[in-house]
Structure formats: C-alpha cells, structure tokens
C-alpha cells in the first residue's frame, strides 16, 4: 500500500543531511574605569532557516564550518557604551534540528526566518567585572535535517517492500526472505522524464508476521494508521498489490476486489477493537510483481498522477482563499464607521 508521508534520516549519493559546526560567540568590549564606560557586547551566532538552502550549500560555502561573531567594541572618550559586536548568523534549509555536543536538542527551524541563538556574546567590561570584558561563549553544535519523503510504503513484514523500493526507484536496500530485513526506513527516488524528482521511502508499522488475507492486510494497516495519526486517512492513497508470479494470485486478486468494492459486508470478521473508524479508500488499485517488474511502469505512471492532482488541489484551495481574506479585508475596510474627529458636511432639508 502506498501511502504519502513519511519522517526519515538518511543520505543519498551527495546529499548531505548533517553537519557538525563550530561556534563561538565574540568577546566583550573594554571598559573605561576612569569614566565609568562600559564596552559593548560581544556578537551573538544565530541559526536562521531559508527555504533556498542545503546543508550541502553550507559546508561548500564555509568549509572551515567555524562560525564566530565580532567583538563587542571598547568604551572611549567619545562614546563610554560601547557597541555591540555583530551578530554572525548561519544560513540552514528548513527543517533542521539543531544539538549540542552531549545530543541535547537546542531546538528546531521548522518554517523560513526561523531563528536559533547557539553562541551568546561576552559581556562588555563595566564595574561589575571590573570593567573588563568577558568571552563570548563557545558551542559545537550539530545540525541534524529531517526529511520528509513525498511517498511512504506502508506494509507489514515480508510484504516486498523493499523489493518495491529497488524496483521503481535508484534505492538499493537489503533484501532477504525473513521478516524484518529492513530495520531503518530507507529512501530512494523516482525520476521521470520530465526531470521531476519524486522521494519515496518505506517503513513498517507492526510486528506481527502472522499469514492475512490481502483485505485483513488493508483494514489492519487502516486501523495502525488510524492510530498513529487519523490525518494519514486524509492524504492519497495507492494500493499495490504485489506478488502477482505467485500461483492463485489472479484469484485471490478477484476475491480482493469485490471486498474492497463492499468492505461493510466483511467486517464482521474482524474483532471490534481492530475495526478502524474509517477505511482507506484507494484511488488505483495495481497489481505488480516485484520480481518479475510486472506493473511497476503503471504504479509510477499513477503515483505521478496521484502527486500532480494532489499538488493542483492544494493549489486551488490556497487561491481560494487567499481571494477570501482579500474579499474579507475590502468589506471590513469599506464597512469601517467615520472617526469620531471628522467633519460631517450639514444636513438640507427640504420642504
């Protein structure tokens, strides 16, 4: 079953999704004890999110990975506060997770202009320290990117997953006949001919290896997903059903499809507790083989398919209703009563 959304750490080929940096925020200004001035303060380090950049963007750019800010200035005659060093910030993609040293998360850049401070600045020299300045403060900090793939496999142990993956993908994960072969989500990537770049990845959600028919499979899958985060039923669904080389498989995919064509009338064989609130509905239904490459050209074919209306439909809802708060903004501006201060021209009456 191929479902969309899915949370992993991982590189792929020159993608880079970590980095360890160095930061050291500066050093106070001098004071001046003669007259009481106090120097400035050191520069702060800041991690700050763009949309426009890579990690791998940041280690090409700054291959010292060494980030310090400026110091803090010296209290003078003609100016006893000092100013305050500049601020040093680096650039990170969105969707990092920033960590000390000792795996400590410092917090995260979850959206553009997002903004960290990993290093503060000394404190200018002033009476309390004797009008000398203190050091900036020193961290290595790790930046750690989450990945958020465009497409997740959804299935139990042994269902092919990953010989799915290293079919319609570059991805080249384990592959064995015993269940649990994959013990960390791999990522893999779909090319098509228009040059769109499709993230796909697959992970398990259950434990349990016992033999299911392929409908116990879908409503059981339904129930854990419903679990994990009822907002999954809402996001784009394929069904793949794989292992058609298998003998039988032609019949059994014909039982499967008039059960899914009316899974009311079957959920009496489930226990109560296993019965999910609502069941997955499918927008195509593939039959493939992992193994003989039966139907992979179609399953891709109908995942860019499903991906380019989905992006469409949540284009469309973003216009609407950015025209909305246009509308709602014009009708509260023209609906605005007259201020209190203005002139009102005299009334005529007329007889």
């Not at 069941?279 to 109908?302: N, R, Y």
Request: aromatic content about 6%; overall charge positive.
């Amino acid at each position: 079953m191929v479902r969309c959304s899915c949370v992993l750490f991982r590189k792929y080929g020159n993608f880079i999704d970590n980095l360890r940096l160095f930061t050291k925020g500066g050093s106070g200004g001098m004071g001046y004890p003669r007259l009481g001035g106090e120097g400035g303060k050191g520069g702060d380090v800041w991690v700050v999110a763009h949309n426009k950049m890579t990690l791998k963007q940041l280690k090409d750019k700054y291959p010292q990975k060494r980030f310090v800010a400026g110091e803090g200035a010296n209290s003078r005659v003609s100016a006893l506060k000092g100013s305050k060093g500049k601020d040093c910030e680096i650039p990170v993609p969105v969707g990092v997770s920033v960590t000390d040293e000792n795996g400590k998360i410092i917090g995260e850049l979850n959206k553009e202009k997002d903004r960290i401070l990993v290093a503060e600045g000394g404190l200018g020299g002033k009476l309390l320290t004797n009008f000398l300045p203190l050091k900036g403060q020193k961290r290595v900090i790790h930046l750690d990117l989450k990945l958020i793939a465009d497409i997740g496999l959804v299935g139990f142990p042994n269902a092919g997953k990953s010989s799915l993956l290293s079919k319609i993908s570059h991805a080249k994960p384990a592959i064995a006949d015993y269940a649990f072969t994959t013990i960390k989500p791999e990522l893999g990537k779909i090319m098509y001919s228009d040059f769109k770049q499709v993230d796909i990845s697959g992970f398990q959600l259950s434990s349990q290896t016992h033999y299911r028919t392929a409908f116990e499979t879908i409503i059981l899958l339904s129930k854990e997903l419903e679990l994990y985060k009822e907002e999954l039923h809402t996001k784009p669904a394929l069904l793949a059903v794989n292992k058609m080389d298998l003998p039988d498989a032609q019949d059994k995919l014909h039982v499967l499809m008039n059960q899914l064509q009316n899974p009311k009338e079957f959920l009496h064989l489930f226990e109560k507790n296993m019965i999910p609130e609502k069941t997955v509905e499918f927008q195509h239904i593939i039959p493939i083989s992992a193994v003989t490459g039966e139907g992979i050209d179609e399953l891709k074919s109908c995942i860019r398919k499903s991906m380019d209306e989905h992006a469409n439909q949540e284009n469309d809802a973003y216009h609407k209703q950015q025209l909305l708060n246009l509308h709602i903004s014009n009708t509260i501006s023209y609906s605005e009563p007259p201020s209190k201060n203005a002139v009102s021209s005299p009334r005529m009456d007329i007889t």
